[in-house]
C-alpha cells in the first residue's frame, strides 16, 4: 500500500525532477504520537474581541503555548488562528484575513490554519450573513494554498454557545493537534454546550467502553487501536469468517472480540448484551463495517444493490434504533457511522455504495437529536481516498491520480479516519450534533 | 490469624466458554499448520473472547495424540505464545482420543478441591503435521554413531545402516497389540452387534445436518474462531444425502466374514484442529464477568479387554456410564443432552444396542436387566465428529464447551436444570464419560 510517487519526491532527483516540471509534491504527513506537543512553535491568535482573548487564553494559559496576538516578522508560525465570530459585514475580513495572509510563505511545515466563526443563518441581517458565509469560501481557497503538509479548518460555533464550550475547544485541540493530519478545508459545525473536556488529553476516551464493527482489518482494526490507546475498552465486531483477524486485533487492544453479522436481526442486542456483560456499559458504537460491489447503474443486479445497502447503512439503524430502545445507552452516548465521499459528491459505478453513504449521512442527521436528551450525538466520518487493502485493489493508474485529487496531493491512511472517529466518539464532543467529518485532504470534488 | 485449609468440602467448577478452530480435514487448509500453531490459535481466540490478555491462568493443561518428541511442552509453548501471562503454568496430558473430557476432569477436580480457580483444557491434533519416525535399525545406529568417541567409530556404527533402514514410519493409530486399525477393530464390534450399514449412513446423515443447522443458526459464533482462511467445520458435507452416502465403498471389515458396512462417509477422516475450554470457580467468574454455562459434575474413566477380553476396542464408555449414572442414582433419562462420540458412526450404534441389550446388562454390565434407552432426539444433537471431523485431542473440548452452551440455552429456555452426558471411547480399550450440569 506504499506510495511511490510520495517517496520519489520526496528527495533527491525526483524532487528537483517535479519542481522543474511543475509537478504535485506531496509531502509526508505527520500524525500523532502519545506524548507529543500539541504545536512544534509558536502559534498566532488574530482577531478582536472578548471571543480572540478566549481563544488566546484557551493556547496560552491551558494548553501552555507560545501565543502571538499579532505577527511578528521572521517568527515562524506552527499554528494561525483566525477569531471571526463578530464580524459583521464582509468588509470586517480584511484585517485579520491579510494579517495571516502575511505568515503564510514562512509558516512552518505541518503548519495549521484555523477558523472561529459564525453559522451564516436565514435570519441573520445580510451583511451579517455575508461575512460569515464569506468566512467558508474563505477557509475552503486558504486551505488549497496551503503547502508542506499544513491544513485549513474552521470551527463554526452556533450562536449563543460559547468558543470555550467543551466541544470547540476539542474541534480547535483536534484541528490543531496532528491527529487531524489528513483533514483539510473543513468546517464542523459546534451547536451546543454539551460535551465534557477530559482530565488528561493524551486519554480522552478513558473509561468508556467502544465497540467498533469492522474491526478485524483496514480503517476498522486501526480504530480500534486508535480508541485504546485514548483509553477506551473496545469490543472489536467483525463476521465470523474473519474471526482470526478479528481476534489478533482484540488481544492488541485488550478488548474483546464479538463475531457478529451485523446484518443479524438480533446484532443490537447482542452487540449490548456483550458490552454489558463484560464491561458493564456501553458508551460509543462505531458503525465502521462496509462493503462494496461497484457497478454501473445500468448493469446493477439486486445481489449488487441489497447487501451494500444492508450491510452499510440498514444494519446501523437497526442497531440504533436497539441501542436507543434498550434505555442502557443513556451515558452520554456517542455514535459514529463511516460515510464516505462517494456519499456527497458521487462516483461513477459506485451508485449502490453512495446510496448506503449518503443514507449514513442523513441516518446520523437524524439520529444525533434521539441522542441529545441523554447528552449524546450521532456524527460520520467522509472518508476520501485511503491507503487500505480496499483501495490497493484499484487499477495502479486510476489509483495513481485519485490519490493526487486532493490538496495534500496524497492518500490517507486508515489512522486519519480513525483519529476523527475517536474525536467524534470521545465526551468532549456532544456538541457536535448529526455532522459529516470529511477525511479527504479537501478532496478536489464536493463540499 | 486462623489458619483454614482451602475447601474443605468440593466446590463446583464450571465450563465458562471455550473456543476451537474450525476442523479441518488432513492435508487440507491446515497442511502447513503445526500442532503448536494450531493450540496457539484456539487460546488466542479463547483469550481475544473473553479479553483474558495478560491474565495469569491457573493452570492450562492439553496435548496432543500425534506429538512430536520435541513437542515435550506443546502446552506451554503455546501459553508462550499467546497473549495469556507468561506466569500462567502448562501441562501437556494424553489419553488418546479421551484426552480432552479428561483434560477438563482433571481441571475441573483441581478447581473442586480449591487448587485452582482458573484453568483452560485444551487439545490438538494434526493429522497433517504427523511426526515422521525413523525405523529401529535406523535410530540404533544413529544412536550408536552418536556415542561413538571418534569419526572412525561413527562411520562404522553407520556403516550398518542398510538401504531399506531408511524408510520413515509415520505414526498410525494403530493398536500396538493387535495391529489392526481403529477401524478395523471397530469392524469386528459392528459385525458381532449387526449394525446395519443403512443404520450408520443414517446417523452420519443426521450428524451432517445437524451440525450445519448449528452453524446456519450462528450456535458456533462464540465457539468457533476462523482460522487459515477456513470459517466452518471442512468435513462438514451439508448438502449429502443417503443417496451419496450409500453409494461409498467398504473400507473397513473387508475381510471379515460379515458383509462390510463402514464408508469413509460414516466413518471420522483423519482431521486437524484444536479446541480450548475456560473453567472456573464461581467466584473467579464472577469477578472476571464471565457468565458460568454449566458445572462438570462428575466423570469415570474406564477400560475393556480388546486384547484378550472379547469386548470391542472403542466399547469402555458403555461400561463407563452405568457405573458413573449408579454413583447418582440416575438413569438415562434423566438427562436432556447425550453426547456420544461418532468415533465412526457405528460406534454409536453400538453403544446404544449394548445398553438395550438384556443379556449385555445382565452378563457384563453386573444389571438386572438392559441398562437403558437413549432418546434419540437428546443424542448428539448439534452433530458430532462424523461430520465436524476429529482432531483426537482437540474432540473433548468441542463437546464439552457445546454442550455446555446448549445447556445453559436449554436453562434459559425451559428453566430447571438440564443435565447432558458425554462420553467419548478412545484407543487402547479406554474410555471416558462426564455429567455435566446447567448453570
Redesign the interface.
Known amino acids: 500500500m506504499g506510495d511511490v510517487y510520495l517517496d520519489l519526491v520526496g528527495s533527491g532527483v525526483g524532487a528537483k525532477l517535479a519542481e522543474r516540471l511543475g509537478l504535485p509534491r506531496p509531502v509526508p504527513l505527520k500524525r500523532h504520537r502519545t506524548g507529543d506537543p500539541l504545536l512544534s512553535g509558536p502559534a498566532l491568535v488574530l482577531g478582536d474581541g472578548p471571543d480572540a482573548d478566549h481563544v488566546a487564553t484557551l493556547l496560552n494559559g491551558d494548553w501552555d503555548l507560545d501565543v502571538h496576538r499579532h505577527a511578528t516578522p521572521e517568527v515562524r508560525y506552527a499554528a494561525v488562528v483566525l477569531v471571526l465570530t463578530g464580524v459583521t459585514h464582509p468588509t470586517d475580513l480584511a484585517g485579520p484575513v491579510l494579517e495571516a495572509g502575511a505568515t503564510l510563505r514562512s509558516l512552518l511545515p505541518h503548519a495549521r490554519v484555523l477558523t472561529v466563526s459564525r453559522p451564516a443563518l436565514d435570519s441573520d441581517a445580510p451583511a451579517v450573513a455575508a461575512a460569515r458565509q464569506g468566512v467558508d469560501g474563505l477557509l475552503r481557497s486558504l486551505a488549497k494554498e496551503l503547502r508542506s503538509g499544513a491544513t485549513g479548518n474552521g470551527v463554526v460555533v452556533a450562536d449563543g454557545v460559547a468558543v470555550t464550550a467543551p466541544s470547540a475547544v476539542a474541534a480547535l485541540r483536534f484541528f490543531l493537534s496532528r491527529r487531524s493530519a489528513f483533514v483539510d478545508g473543513q468546517l464542523l459545525d459546534v451547536s451546543s454546550q454539551a460535551g465534557a473536556l477530559p482530565a488528561d488529553w493524551d486519554e480522552p476516551l478513558a473509561g468508556r467502553v467502544a465497540v467498533v464493527t469492522g474491526a478485524a482489518r483496514g480503517i476498522g482494526a486501526t480504530v480500534a487501536d486508535v480508541l485504546a490507546r485514548d483509553g477506551a475498552t473496545v469490543v472489536?465486531v467483525d463476521v465470523?469468517?474473519?474471526?482470526?483477524q478479528?481476534?489478533?486485533v482484540?488481544?492488541r487492544v485488550?478488548?474483546?472480540?464479538?463475531?457478529?453479522?451485523v446484518t443479524?436481526p438480533d446484532a443490537g442486542e447482542r452487540i449490548l448484551a456483550h458490552a454489558l456483560?463484560?464491561?458493564?456499559s456501553l458508551h460509543v458504537m462505531v458503525h465502521n463495517a462496509g462493503i462494496t460491489r461497484d457497478k454501473l447503474l445500468a448493469n446493477m443486479t439486486p445481489d449488487r444493490w441489497e447487501p451494500v445497502v444492508a450491510v452499510n447503512v440498514a444494519a446501523q439503524l437497526a442497531i440504533n434504533e436497539a441501542l436507543l430502545t434498550s434505555g442502557d445507552f443513556t451515558d452520554a452516548p456517542r455514535i459514529v457511522a463511516t460515510a464516505s465521499t462517494s456519499g456527497i459528491a458521487g462516483n461513477r459505478g459506485q451508485t449502490n455504495y453512495a446510496a448506503s453513504k449518503g443514507g449514513v449521512i442523513g441516518a446520523v442527521r437524524a439520529t444525533a437529536p434521539l441522542l441529545v436528551p441523554f447528552g449524546g450525538t450521532a456524527n460520520a466520518v467522509a472518508p476520501g481516498f485511503i491507503e487500505t487493502e480496499m483501495t490497493a485493489r484499484i487499477p495502479a493508474l486510476t489509483r495513481q491520480v485519485a490519490r493526487r485529487l486532493n490538496s495534500l496531493q496524497q492518500g490517507g491512511q486508515s489512522v486519519d479516519v480513525a483519529e476523527a472517529v475517536a474525536f467524534l466518539a470521545s465526551p468532549a464532543a456532544g456538541g457536535i450534533i448529526g455532522r459529516t467529518l470529511r477525511v479527504c485532504g479537501q478532496n478536489m470534488v464536493g463540499r | 490469624m486462623a489458619r483454614t485449609t482451602t475447601a474443605a468440602r468440593p466446590r463446583p467448577a464450571y465450563v465458562l466458554g471455550g473456543n476451537r478452530t474450525p476442523f479441518a480435514r488432513a492435508g487440507g487448509p491446515y497442511a502447513r499448520a503445526s500442532n503448536l500453531d494450531l493450540l496457539t490459535a484456539a487460546l488466542d481466540g479463547l483469550v481475544a473472547r473473553y479479553g483474558l490478555q495478560g491474565e495469569t491462568i491457573g493452570q492450562v493443561a492439553g496435548g496432543a495424540v500425534l506429538k512430536h518428541s520435541r513437542d515435550f511442552n506443546l502446552t506451554r509453548e503455546a501459553v508462550l505464545g499467546s497473549p495469556l501471562s507468561p506466569h500462567t503454568p502448562a501441562t501437556d496430558t494424553q489419553e488418546a482420543c479421551a484426552t480432552g473430557v479428561e483434560t477438563v476432569v482433571s481441571l475441573a477436580n483441581k478447581i473442586r478441591l480449591g487448587q485452582l480457580d482458573s484453568a483452560i483444557a485444551a487439545g490438538v491434533d494434526s493429522a497433517s503435521d504427523a511426526p515422521i519416525v525413523v525405523g529401529d535399525r535406523l535410530r540404533s545406529a544413529l544412536l550408536a554413531a552418536n556415542r561413538a568417541k571418534n569419526a572412525g567409530g561413527r562411520l562404522a556404527a553407520l556403516a550398518k545402516v542398510r538401504p531399506k533402514d531408511l524408510a520413515p514410519v509415520a505414526p498410525r493409530p494403530d493398536e500396538p497389540r493387535t495391529g489392526l486399525s481403529m477401524g478395523e477393530h471397530q469392524a469386528i464390534t459392528t459385525a458381532q452387534w449387526g449394525i446395519a450399514r443403512e443404520a450408520q449412513d443414517e446417523l452420519a446423515l443426521g450428524s451432517h445436518r445437524k451440525l450445519a443447522a448449528a452453524w446456519d443458526a450462528g450456535f458456533f459464533d462464540d465457539l468457533v474462531t476462523g482460522y487459515a482462511g477456513l470459517a466452518r467445520d471442512g468435513v462438514l458435507r451439508a448438502d449429502t444425502s443417503l443417496e451419496k452416502l450409500a453409494a461409498l465403498p467398504p473400507v473397513f471389515g473387508t475381510r471379515l466374514d460379515a458383509p462390510a458396512t463402514m464408508t469413509a462417509g460414516n466413518s471420522t477422516p483423519l482431521s486437524d484442529g484444536a479446541s480450548s475450554v475456560l473453567l472456573g470457580s464461581a467466584q473467579w467468574a464472577a469477578a472476571h464477568d464471565l457468565t458460568p454455562l454449566a458445572a462438570v459434575v462428575d466423570a469415570q474413566v474406564a477400560a475393556v479387554d480388546f486384547v484378550r477380553g472379547g469386548e470391542g476396542l472403542l466399547m469402555a464408555p458403555v461400561y463407563a456410564v452405568p457405573r458413573l449414572l449408579a454413583r447418582h442414582g440416575l438413569t438415562l433419562d434423566d438427562f436432556a443432552l447425550i453426547e456420544i462420540h461418532e468415533a465412526f458412526a457405528s460406534t454409536v450404534l453400538a453403544t446404544l444396542a449394548a445398553w438395550e441389550s438384556d443379556e449385555f446388562g445382565r452378563e457384563r454390565l453386573g444389571l438386572p436387566g438392559a441398562f437403558g434407552a437413549v432418546p434419540r432426539e437428546r443424542l448428539n444433537v448439534r452433530g458430532s465428529s462424523l461430520a465436524a471431523g476429529h482432531p483426537f485431542a482437540a474432540t473433548g473440548g468441542r463437546i464439552v464447551a457445546t454442550t455446555a452452551k446448549a445447556l445453559h440455552q436449554l436453562k434459559a429456555e425451559q428453566g430447571g436444570t438440564p443435565r447432558a452426558l458425554v462420553s467419548v471411547c478412545a484407543a487402547g480399550g479406554l474410555g471416558i464419560a462426564a455429567i455435566l450440569e446447567a448453570a
Open positions: 472489536a465470523p469468517a474473519a474471526g482470526q478479528l481476534a489478533a482484540a488481544n485488550r478488548g474483546t472480540a464479538l463475531q457478529l453479522d443479524a456483560a463484560r464491561h458493564g
